[in-house]
């Protein structure tokens, strides 16, 4: 069984930075593409970014590009990082990491987190 858990949200004011981080249990973890994705309240949920098992793919939504990084640590700690700079009030939302054996950085995902909740303030 695969299990997501996100941390590192929390209020932040509008231009600072948040680290995400999502840790993943199971020993095949290198092999999983790994994404994020945020839903903000009467919204649907979106893609926000994806890695490649390797890292040497990644894929970001327009809205972030250029603020924010996905990154992963493949060889330690199992862990999937969101790096958010620049934050936007429209950027809050509870965040979500997701997983899934399929190579496709925007395909459906199998496995999901709980979330983590972000907050921008103006």
């Known amino acids: 069984q695969v299990q997501l858990v996100e941390s590192g949200g929390g209020l932040v004011q509008a231009g600072g930075s948040l680290r995400l981080s999502c840790t993943v249990s199971g020993r095949t973890f290198r092999s999983y593409t790994m994404g994020w994705f945020r839903q903000a309240p009467g919204n649907e949920r979106e893609f926000v970014a994806a890695?490649?098992?390797?890292?040497?793919?990644?894929?970001y939504a327009d809205s972030v590009k250029d603020r924010f990084t996905i990154s992963r640590d493949n060889a330690r700690q199992n862990t999937v990082y969101l790096q958010m700079n620049s934050l936007k009030p429209e950027d809050t939302a509870v965040y979500y990491c997701?997983?899934?054996?399929?190579?496709?950085?925007?395909?459906?995902?199998?496995?999901w987190g709980l979330g983590t909740q972000v907050i921008v303030s103006s």
């Open positions: 890695s490649s098992w390797s890292g040497a793919s990644t894929d």
């Open positions: 997701a997983a899934d054996r399929d190579s496709r950085l925007r395909g459906s995902y199998a496995y």
